[in-house]
């Protein structure tokens, strides 16, 4: 039987879904309640019912989980920015590495043992260096509210801080509340402009200056591993990845749709002195298969680091049409990552070698990962569609 919407619910947490959301059942039917964690038993209001499952708001924990913990944060559980604040930092990393490894055996048809350790962010609060703070017309105290969108509806909650970013974020919502939007509605970015690299307003860069390196440093081994000296970065920005790993390669060539990220990208390698490498702008899927069709692809990395919605189905086919000897595949949405995982392994055409996930984005359900392919046959015990 399913609940009715108000209906209250003595629940036990059996999981916490990708996403954050806890999981119980009553009877085979699922009832998702945020700000939980497994064992506990909670009471809970159902706000949604579906065919299959319903949501249900936290009212009150009956009994706590020793991985329970205060939230740092005052706003926690009405700002939707983060989602584990109420876990240890150590239940966090695990319950991540569970998820992600769950999605990719699911989605992607991987074995669990080629997901890596999760790789822990040294800093896991005050890390962010880009927020995106909005603004909305409150017409009960009659006054913006300005802020994040709330974790229960589209309004936008009223902040005056936020936990985890970095400090000069922090002062800067400061200055925007003393100097409000004309009106609500309105977008305000806030950035620390990475040192040394050159990154226009609208373009990306990691928002984690503490475990970058440590991206890179995955990136790099996996590249090393490989013994290829050629790289084609596909969606480059601002050309980090290409720049970064410039030193062990002979060439390699950059490719962004961001016209301004491009021009950046080539102001930021004539910086460094490289000059073994060029930047075009354009899209991936029209320039990816000339660009692999220059050489030999089977001595070609190709390293992609797309949006959250992932690659686009051309781009998949012209890598499967191709074979490049690698492709390093980065990504903060493992979801769509494990579905281009499984095209691009249909048939053998390739397999992934090794998966490493990092903590990019503690206190939040986000997890960025890299993933190793390589063409050939299956690894000994690895199932792939």
């Known amino acids: 039987m399913s609940p009715h919407p108000d209906e209250k619910l003595k629940l ?79 239940t966090q990393l695990e319950l991540k590495r569970k998820q992600v490894t769950d999605i990719f055996q699911r989605i992607g048809g991987l074995d669990p043992a080629v997901v890596a350790p999760i790789i822990p962010c040294p800093q896991s609060y005050g890390y962010r260096n880009r927020i995106m703070i909005r603004s909305q017309w409150d017409k009960f105290k009659h006054g913006l509210n300005i802020g994040f969108i709330r974790a229960d509806s589209r309004l936008v909650v009223d902040i005056e801080q936020c936990q985890i970013a970095e400090p000069a974020l922090n002062r800067e919502i400061e200055r925007v509340r003393a100097h409000p939007p004309p009106k609500g ?8 402009p990475p040192k040394e690299w050159e990154v226009p307003p609208d373009s990306f860069f990691q928002n984690n200056f503490f475990l970058l390196p440590k991206l890179v440093e995955v990136v790099r081994e996996r590249l090393r591993d490989s013994g290829l000296r050629r790289v084609a970065d596909v969606y480059c920005g601002v050309g980090f990845f290409s720049l970064e790993l410039a030193d062990l390669l002979d060439s390699f060539v950059g490719v962004e749709l961001d016209r301004l990220a491009i021009e950046a990208a080539r102001r930021n390698a ?38 959250r919605k992932g690659c686009r189905s051309d781009t998949i086919d012209a890598l499967r049409r191709v074979r490049p000897g690698q492709i390093l595949y980065v990504s903060c949405h493992p979801a769509t990552m494990a579905r281009d995982l499984n095209i691009l392994c249909a ?10 996930p990092l903590d990019m984005f503690p206190q939040t359900s986000h997890v960025e990962c890299v993933g190793d392919l390589r063409v050939g046959q299956v690894a000994p015990g690895q199932k792939q569609n």
């Open 12 to 90: 036990r947490i059996e999981d916490v879904a990708f996403g954050g959301e806890g999981v119980a059942r009553l009877d085979d039917f699922v009832v998702f309640v945020p700000f939980t964690v497994r064992g506990e038993v909670v009471e809970a209001q159902v706000t949604e019912v579906r065919k299959r499952f319903a949501r249900a708001k936290l009212l009150r924990v009956l009994e706590a989980s020793p991985a329970r913990v205060e939230p740092r944060c005052r706003y926690f559980g009405e700002c939707g920015g983060c989602q584990y604040q109420h876990l240890a930092y150590e």
């Open 185 to 192: 509605g309105l977008k305000v970015v806030l950035r620390i």
């Open 270 to 307: 004539a910086r460094r002195g490289v000059t073994h490498g060029h930047f075009v702008s354009g899209s991936a899927e029209e320039l990816l298969p000339g660009l692999l069709a220059q050489s030999r692809p089977e001595a070609t990395a190709v390293l992609l680091d797309p949006p």
């Open 347 to 356: 048939g053998h055409v390739f397999r992934v070698a090794n998966m490493i």
